[in-house]
């Protein structure tokens, strides 16, 4: 029996550890190829990343649109269907959103398409870069779907290994198209790496849920409508990053929507602390609420809290404290206009990875209408700012309505958490308090002029945080310990 919980132990690590890997290669590819082509086009290479970057934010939101929901349902019933050993209706499940995935990203892109020419004067942005547009949010949505699929199934090194292979096909297809100087098919990696994903998935997966012999009646209304509430409120809540970039360029033009790009992509780096727990936490909380464990679920929940909130700070002080280097290095010195950006976008990414885990515990669950009624009141607020702060402030004006976007989306979640599950949320007080003390003495030594000042207050404020927090750290990692 001991052993039967220590494998169940080790396996729920190696899934872990293999989703960090997987989805933080996602983030990396994507800032990567935001580097890349920041630095490849000489002078048009500030333009080309926001012109580039605005197509990709307009594409990503219309990938997110037709693939949550969906991808929500394969996280969720396809798991439920399997622990039932209800095979047939896992697959039935997934047939299902495959088609439906792809009658709608087929109907959506055909619209952009015959609407492209419109769409690129209102965003500022050349028309041959919405040709690409189309065939991405179709192979895009599948992807998502299918990446989704593989962990409903538990196959997550499976899509580990076709997540690295697609990966390397995006740089190799990215550096033929700078080779070529190809401004116009600058998103091509994108569409070629989604595809040879797709292409893959659709044969491993066909081994690992074979297609029904017999029909399988199967009525999807309790399954579309968390669906649907999902896709709300998820798509609200991402929808602010993308529609930053879109409101950037459509209003101060692709220039400053490749500075506004740096500082986000740089900012972006503080949001890998995240990348594999949604993934994970989601089917298993889930389970605990259906299994009606209350009071472990409870304990998981505040110990994931307390994880993404320590680690985030100490991740993300050090960024704030060198985002200048950053920008240098990752950008070059052509994008240092987006310091003030990325300083007012990690401390709302801080604000967000400190709420993940309630957020997600009540999306799991019975919760789904208030996330997708907060996500749409900060999405909305988010706007309304933006009409008026970015004639008034620029891309800083941007960065300010994403964090009060920020605000609304891990306050509330946190404090409905607090009154469902009965949490202590005392613990975090130190860590936040501390953090934000010492963010703020960082922010106001503007003296630190060079790197040598910079690095000493890096080191002085992990030092820092990690004394004032130590009981809280040692409490935290003996509890993931004895999990």
């Given at each position: 029996?001991a052993?039967?919980?220590?494998?169940?132990?080790?396996?729920?690590?190696?899934?872990l550890?293999?989703?960090?890997?997987?989805?933080?290669?996602?983030?990396?590819?994507?800032i990567?190829?935001?580097?890349?082509v920041?630095?490849s086009f000489?002078?048009?290479?500030?333009?080309?990343l926001?012109?580039?970057?605005?197509?990709?934010?307009?594409?990503?939101?219309?990938?997110?649109?037709?693939?949550?929901?969906?991808?929500?349902?394969?996280?969720?019933?396809?798991?439920d269907?399997?622990?039932?050993?209800?095979a047939?209706?896992?697959r039935?499940?997934?047939?299902?959103?495959?088609?439906?995935?792809?009658?709608?990203?087929?109907?959506?892109?055909?619209?952009?398409?015959?609407?492209?020419?419109?769409?690129?004067?209102?965003?500022?942005?050349d028309?041959?870069y919405?040709?690409?547009?189309v065939?991405?949010?179709?192979?895009?949505?599948l992807?998502?779907?299918l990446?989704?699929v593989?962990?409903a199934?538990?196959?997550?090194?499976?899509?580990?290994k076709?997540e690295?292979?697609?990966?390397?096909?995006?740089?190799?297809?990215?550096?033929?198209?700078?080779?070529?100087?190809s401004?116009?098919?600058?998103l091509?990696?994108?569409?070629?790496m989604?595809?040879?994903?797709?292409?893959?998935?659709?044969?491993?997966?066909?081994?690992?849920?074979?297609?029904?012999?017999?029909?399988?009646?199967?009525?999807?209304?309790?399954?579309?409508?968390?669906g649907?509430?999902s896709?709300?409120?998820t798509?609200?809540?991402v929808a602010?990053?993308?529609?930053?970039?879109?409101?950037?360029?459509?209003?101060?033009?692709?220039?400053?929507?490749?500075?506004?790009?740096?500082?986000?992509?740089?900012?972006?780096?503080?949001l890998?602390?995240?990348?594999?727990?949604?993934q994970?936490?989601?089917?298993?909380?889930?389970?605990?609420?259906?299994a009606?464990?209350?009071e472990?679920l409870?304990?998981?929940?505040?110990t994931?809290?307390?994880?993404?909130?320590?680690?985030?700070?100490?991740?993300?002080?050090?960024?704030?404290?060198?985002?200048?280097?950053?920008?240098?290095?990752?950008?070059?010195?052509?994008y240092?206009?987006g310091?003030?950006?990325?300083?007012?976008?990690?401390?709302?990414?801080?604000?967000?990875?400190?709420?993940?885990?309630?957020?997600?515990?009540l999306?799991s669950?019975?919760?789904?209408?208030?996330?997708a009624?907060?996500?749409?009141?900060?999405?909305?607020?988010?706007?309304?700012?933006?009409?008026f702060?970015?004639?008034?402030w620029?891309m800083?004006?941007?960065?300010?309505?994403y964090?009060?976007?920020?605000?609304?989306?891990?306050?509330?979640p946190?404090?409905?958490?607090?009154?469902?599950?009965?949490?202590d949320?005392?613990?975090?007080?130190?860590?936040?308090?501390?953090?934000?003390?010492?963010?703020?003495?960082?922010?106001?030594?503007?003296g630190?002029?060079?790197?040598?000042?910079r690095?000493?207050?890096?080191?002085?404020f992990?030092?820092?945080?990690?004394a004032?927090n130590?009981?809280?750290?040692?409490?935290?990692?003996?509890?993931i310990?004895?999990?």
């Open positions: 029996m052993d039967n919980v220590l494998r169940g132990k080790e396996r729920h690590l190696k899934i550890i293999l989703s960090i890997i997987s989805l933080a290669l996602v983030g990396i590819v994507k990567l190829f935001n580097m890349i920041g630095r000489g002078t048009d290479s500030v333009a080309v926001g012109m580039s970057s605005v197509v990709l934010s307009f594409s990503f939101l219309i990938i997110t649109l037709c693939s949550t929901g969906f991808m929500n349902i394969a996280s969720k019933f396809i798991s269907a399997l622990s039932k050993n209800d047939g209706r896992a039935r499940i997934y047939d299902i959103i495959i088609r439906d995935t792809v009658i709608i990203s087929l109907a959506i892109a055909a619209i952009i398409g015959l609407f492209s020419q419109e769409l690129s004067i209102i965003l500022n942005v028309v041959i919405f040709a690409l547009a065939p991405i949010i179709v192979v895009g949505s992807y998502y779907i990446r989704a593989f962990y199934l538990g196959a997550v090194t499976p899509y580990f076709l690295i292979l697609s990966d390397a096909a995006f740089f190799i297809v990215l550096a033929g198209v700078i080779l070529l100087g401004k116009g098919l600058i091509l990696p994108f569409a070629i989604y595809l040879i994903f797709i292409v893959l998935s659709f044969m491993r997966i066909h081994r690992t849920l074979a297609p029904n012999k017999t029909r399988v009646t199967l009525q999807m209304k309790e399954e579309y409508v968390f649907g509430l896709t709300l409120g798509v609200m809540s602010v990053t993308y529609l930053g970039t879109i409101f950037v360029g459509a209003m101060l033009g692709a220039y400053s929507a490749g500075i506004f790009t740096a500082a986000l992509t740089t900012a972006s780096l503080a890998l602390i995240q990348s594999g727990f949604a994970v936490l989601m089917p298993e909380i889930a389970f605990l609420w259906g009606q464990k209350s472990e409870r304990k998981d929940i505040m994931w809290t307390m994880v993404l909130g320590l680690s985030a700070a100490l991740f993300i002080g050090p960024m704030v404290i060198l985002r200048k280097d950053l920008l240098s290095i990752l950008f070059g010195a052509d240092l206009a310091m003030n950006v990325v300083i007012i976008m990690l401390i709302g990414t801080y604000m967000l990875t400190v709420a993940r885990t309630a957020l997600l515990s999306q669950t019975d919760r789904l209408k208030l996330i009624t907060v996500s749409a009141v900060a999405t909305i607020a988010a706007i309304i700012s933006w009409v702060l970015i004639p008034l620029g800083e004006g941007a960065a300010l309505g964090l009060i976007s920020c605000v609304i989306n891990s306050i509330i946190l404090e409905s958490a607090r009154r469902k599950w009965k949490l949320l005392k613990p975090l007080i130190v860590p936040n308090l501390s953090f934000a003390l010492l963010i703020i003495a960082v922010v106001a030594l503007t630190l002029d060079n790197f040598f000042e690095l000493i207050s890096t080191v002085l992990v030092l820092i945080f990690t004032v130590y009981s809280k750290i040692r409490i935290t990692l003996t509890a310990k004895n999990r």
